[in-house]
Nanobody
Framework: QVQLVESGGGSVQAGGSLRLSCAAS?????MAWFRQAPGKEREGVAV????????YYADSVKGRFTISRDSAKNTMYLQMDNLKPGDTAMYYC???????????????????WGQGTQVTVSS
């Protein structure tokens, strides 16, 4: 079982930036960030294949968010710039155990989840 620990959430004004971190205790094939706002479904934000660096982004965050990974630290990051009130949500780190993936932005593809970190953007 891989443990994922997020950090870096907080409150910021619109237009500001935050960087989320996710430290993994073991190996994964894909790592991803999801978010869930009250009353809404969990949605994929950004995904990275840990071996090859292939990345996926939700249309709503393209050009504003950047996913990256430090392999030496086995830590994934989400740099969030030009934040908007609509980005307010609980953000979750997720990891996948198996190599093949069909729908990278679907939470059903992931085996491991962090506890979540809150991001609040005020206007």
């Amino acid at each position: 079982q891989v443990q994922l620990v997020e950090s870096g959430g907080g409150s910021v004004q619109a237009g500001g930036s935050l960087r989320l971190s996710c430290a993994a205790s073991g190996a994964t094939t894909y790592m991803a960030w999801f978010r869930q706002a009250p009353g809404k479904e969990r949605e994929g934000v950004a995904v990275q294949r840990t071996a090859g660096g292939r990345q996926y982004y939700a249309d709503s965050v393209k050009g504003r968010f950047t996913i990256s990974r430090d392999s030496a630290k086995n830590t994934m990051y989400l740099q969030m710039d030009n934040l908007k009130p609509g980005d307010t949500a609980m953000y979750y780190c997720a990891g996948r155990r198996w190599a093949d993936i069909v729908a990278p932005m679907s939470p059903d593809e992931y085996n491991y989840w962090g506890q979540g970190t809150q991001v609040t953007v005020s206007s």
